[in-house]
């Protein structure tokens, strides 16, 4: 076994460059305006480590006792599901840029307290109060809607980033350099690997958020999760390699 550090560069190289572009950095990428950044890098890094040291500690067998059949069936029904669940959300909502979207809450927080003005014409402090009752109340019941929201979203990107990793390129890499580097070094390497891939998908993410709305976003989405369906089952007929 080879000692610590040269094990994670190791290791760090070679799951970096198999994760630049591939499914679950695509995936990161899509789901940034959805779930956000720090939702974003918790689920991806918990995945992702989860799948690390199941790669680690199963090694080869991984694939069998999971009945990669199955698990192939299972991906595609999931990434077809979902993409045309994607598309239909493209259908259903408003075009609006992130930008917009932060000038429409700061508007409509605002109008919370534009009640106060009526006062100096006569409204009531009583009924100022309420106005601003019923508006603070009205909010509340949105931010629940919102964080379940985001805790299905995030349950959905954990699904999609471990099936997506089981016999990917990155796992069939971690298999191999486990049994031949130093177990922590390759631990430490693959998680910082990963960690280093999911800041780019955000920084990246950030970006294109700015220039492209959500709807938009929605519909590049279920494309590209019905190209992975497509992927899965050209993959299993023999047509893809």
């Not at 780019?200 to 700015?210: E, K």
């Amino acid at each position: 076994m080879l000692a610590f550090w040269p094990s994670f560069c190791q290791s760090l190289a070679i799951i970096f460059v198999s994760e630049i572009a591939d499914r679950t950095f695509i995936l990161e990428l899509l789901y940034y305006p959805k779930v956000g950044a720090i939702p974003l890098l918790i689920t991806a890094t918990f995945a992702m480590g989860i799948m690390d040291l199941l790669a680690i500690c199963v090694g080869y067998l991984l694939p069998m006792l999971l009945l990669r059949e199955i698990v192939d069936w299972i991906g595609f029904a999931a990434f077809t599901l979902f993409g045309l669940f994607s598309i239909y959300e493209f259908t259903t909502m408003e075009k609006t840029t992130v930008a917009e979207e932060i000038e429409k809450h700061n508007k409509e927080k605002d109008e919370q307290y534009v009640a106060i003005q009526d006062n100096e014409t006569g409204a009531s402090t009583q009924q100022v109060a309420d106005t601003i009752n019923e508006e603070d109340k009205k909010e509340g019941d949105d931010n629940k809607e919102e964080d379940t929201g985001l805790y299905r979203k995030c349950i959905e990107l954990f699904g999609f980033l471990c099936i997506s990793e089981i016999g990917d390129k990155s796992e069939i890499a971690t298999v191999s350099i486990a049994a031949m580097y130093d177990l922590l070094g390759v631990i430490a390497g693959t998680m910082m690997a990963y960690t280093m891939t999911c800041c780019m998908a955000i920084f990246l993410g950030r970006t294109l958020q700015h220039c492209i709305s959500e709807k938009t976003m929605n519909l590049i989405g279920g494309i590209i999760f019905l190209l992975f369906a497509l992927q899965i089952l050209l993959t299993k007929f023999g047509i893809l390699a």
